[in-house]
């Protein structure tokens, strides 16, 4: 019973930046551990940054380490991914996630936003 939105995706070219977003509903939003997932035609899923409610620690896959930087607004209901240094291999659809009683970045688990296009050109 969490309601996910996703926003501000678009065209960046590779070496830009963007922000997203991902607009939680209710007030329970610190409850919540939350993660950016992405998908690109042909891939699965996969992790690409998250959030525990358990003090807030951040964790990243290794392909954009360095490089994107999730963060948390519980005020707001509203979590980030501020994107940099974007690759082209960046290009996909962010989806927003939120998992309760957290334990693993690992599975389909929780609830998820309707993703959100990121493409990034040459």
């Known amino acids: 019973q969490v309601q996910l939105v996703e926003s501000r995706g678009g065209l960046v070219q590779a070496g830009g930046s963007l922000r997203l977003s991902c607009a939680a509903s209710?007030?329970?939003?610190?409850?919540?551990?939350m993660g950016w997932f992405r998908q690109a035609p042909g891939k699965e899923r996969e992790f690409v940054a998250g959030?525990?409610?358990?003090?807030?620690?951040?964790n990243y896959a290794d392909s954009v380490k360095g490089r994107f930087t999730m963060s948390r607004d519980n005020t707001k209901n509203t979590v980030y991914l501020q994107m940099n240094s974007l690759k082209p291999e960046d290009t996909a659809v962010y989806c927003c996630?939120?998992?309760?009683?957290?334990?693993?970045?690992?599975?389909?688990?929780?609830?998820w936003g309707q993703g959100t296009q990121v493409t990034v050109s040459l």
């Open positions: 996630n939120a998992r309760l009683g957290f334990t693993t970045w690992a599975g389909d688990g929780g609830y």
């Open positions: 209710g007030r329970t939003f610190s409850a919540y551990s």
């Open positions: 959030i525990r409610w358990t003090g807030g620690s951040t």
